[in-house]
């Protein structure tokens, strides 16, 4: 196949993603205002903090974290372009720091665009499947560096995050997050990328 079918076909590809994929996560993050609790807006400051200490260890522009109405859409958060749009539910959730350190990694790890190699919706999903892993493994040295956990305590946040979506999805039928694998996946592959660091789990988790 010439150079040029190539790319006229992964333009192809890249148009029917954005015009799948755009709508589905736009559509919540284009939601009005959201009033939060004294104990929400507590935590939304602490959260900015921890993305503020994140992106001077890394030495990239600051992000700003706007919060938004819930959806049942099962998207505690995403990252675009210099901002994490977080789900209103997330700031009452167990999972929240584990969900601000995912966000950050992608922003970190340059995970702001369509995948533009993907040549197939299968492609794309397996590319998307792919980042997810590894900002999961990013979130972990995230919360060291930024949070001063040691690395197995890091490993137990995220780990336990995912235990609790995984939970959640066989236990209660919740569905998969857009572009990510079945949590007990996401969570093996943690698990494989830092065997025996895991320290013991806590009741509640963080």
């Not at 200490?53 to 859409?73: E, F, H, M």
């Not at 093996?188 to 660091?197: H, I, K, Q, T, V």
Request: charged fraction near 20%; proline fraction near 5%; include cysteine.
């Amino acid at each position: 196949m010439s150079r040029r079918r190539v790319a006229r076909s992964q333009g192809h590809t890249v148009a029917m993603i954005s015009r799948m994929v755009a709508p589905l996560v736009l559509g919540w993050l284009l939601v009005g205002c959201v009033s939060l609790t004294p104990n929400q807006e507590q935590k939304l400051a602490e959260m900015q903090s921890f993305a503020d200490r994140t992106t001077a260890i890394y030495r990239v522009p600051s992000v700003r974290i706007s919060v938004q109405s819930a959806t049942n859409l099962n998207i505690g958060a995403v990252y675009r372009q210099g901002n994490v749009y977080l789900n209103v539910r997330m700031l009452d959730s167990p999972n929240l720091t584990k969900t601000m350190a995912h966000e950050l990694a992608h922003y970190v790890l340059g995970h702001d665009s369509i995948i533009p190699q993907a040549v197939s919706m299968a492609e794309y999903q397996r590319a998307q499947e792919q980042r997810e892993l590894d900002a999961n493994a990013k979130a972990v040295e995230i919360l060291m560096r930024a949070q001063g956990l040691s690395q197995s305590d890091a490993v137990r946040a995220v780990a336990d995050a995912l235990r609790r979506s995984r939970d959640a999805q066989e236990r209660n039928g919740l569905p998969l997050t857009p572009g990510h694998l079945p949590a007990s996946a996401e969570l093996a592959d943690l698990l494989a990328r830092y065997p025996g660091s895991e320290a013991p789990s806590v009741t509640g988790g963080r």
